[in-house]
């Protein structure tokens, strides 16, 4: 178990992140999620012994992670952290930076995973290049390998994929999910892109303004965000100020005092019988059909279609009211 309790820390006068409570077991996958500044690479340097915690404790199967100022060398032995800003040593070859991590097994076996991460990374023909020389893509890619390199029992992903060709991408993706199902290598991803968080978490954590806002499922966020930040994010809804239109064709009630309504994109359907009609502004192909994107008496949204339409043409637009979610306003 990854036991993180109260867990806070300052820069300056700055609150990063406040009274963090987790519990992470043993060789699940928890996607670290938020909008810019919200805390999760603070989050991993913390859970990673590298930077100093304020308040809280930090535990790894009920032994303490002491931080940078309680002992003399930085971070944890079976914790392995790669950064979103690459910590390379700058002086050795990629094949040295990866057998840099395998010092203690024998050089049969170092030669052995090299290679095998290597492969799995796309550096196998740059083995014997120096890291200087490395583009940015590329580095990424040997920190991702110098961080799986020994099978840690916990593995902390700082934006692992930003600068990946969707090639590389797949073959991190199964080692990483090789290590989970075969080593029981639990995993805590930061991630810009919620797919990733949707695809492979066992739950996400969204954090807000250095504070915990939600834990769940994913597949019980999608159902129910709860936040509008959240919702924002995942970027599968229409968000709708609630206005009187709205109110008139959902028949939800006035007295909940909501804010914005969640509809998501999916359940829209722009054939039969019509609670509105939207005329369609734009209209872009995504590899499957087409993204709709129409202004309407309720305001703009986004719909699916097996066709590109007609741009200013008006089509109609309905979708089932038990798919609507609601947010209410803030109580200040």
């Not at 036991?3 to 806070?8: D, K, R, V, Y």
Request: glycine share 6%; aromatic share 6%; hydrophobic share 40%.
């Amino acid at each position: 178990m990854l036991s993180i309790e109260h867990l806070s820390k300052k820069i300056g006068n700055k609150t990063i992140l406040q009274d963090i409570t987790l519990a992470i077991p043993v060789g699940k996958i928890y996607c670290i999620a938020g909008s810019s500044g919200a805390g999760k690479s603070t989050l991993l340097k913390l859970i990673g012994g590298i930077l100093q915690k304020d308040n809280g404790n930090i535990r790894w199967q009920n032994v303490p992670v002491l931080g940078p100022d309680e002992q003399l060398v930085p971070g944890h032995a079976e914790i392995k952290l790669a950064f979103q800003h690459f910590e390379l040593s700058p002086n050795l070859t990629v094949y040295q930076n990866i057998a840099e991590k395998l010092r203690a097994y024998n050089k049969v076996y170092q030669e052995e995973r090299v290679q095998q991460l290597a492969a799995i990374c796309g550096l196998e023909q740059l083995l014997k290049s120096p890291v200087a020389s490395l583009s940015g893509g590329e580095q990424q890619r040997l920190a991702l390998c110098r961080a799986m390199a020994e099978s840690p029992e916990v593995l902390l992903l700082d934006e692992p994929f930003s600068n990946l060709d969707p090639i590389i991408k797949q073959r991190i993706v199964h080692e990483l999910l090789r290590l989970n199902k075969e080593e029981k290598t639990t995993i805590l991803l930061v991630s810009h892109d919620m797919q990733d968080g949707l695809k492979y978490a066992d739950k996400i954590v969204f954090l807000h303004r250095g504070a915990l806002l939600l834990e769940g499922k994913p597949i019980d966020i999608v159902s129910t965000p709860h936040f509008l930040i959240i919702a924002e994010l995942l970027n599968l809804f229409n968000i709708i100020a609630a206005n009187e239109q709205l109110q008139a064709l959902s028949g939800y009630s006035s007295d909940e005092d909501i804010a914005y309504v969640i509809l998501p994109k999916k359940a829209i359907v722009l054939t039969g019988k019509a609670k509105l009609v939207g005329k369609l502004v734009a209209s872009f192909y995504n590899g499957e059909g087409y993204e709709w994107h129409l202004k309407t008496i309720i305001g703009d949204i986004i719909a699916y279609h097996a066709h590109a339409g007609k741009m200013n043409n008006t089509y109609p637009v309905s979708w089932d009211d038990a798919a609507l979610q609601f947010i209410k306003r803030e109580k200040h």
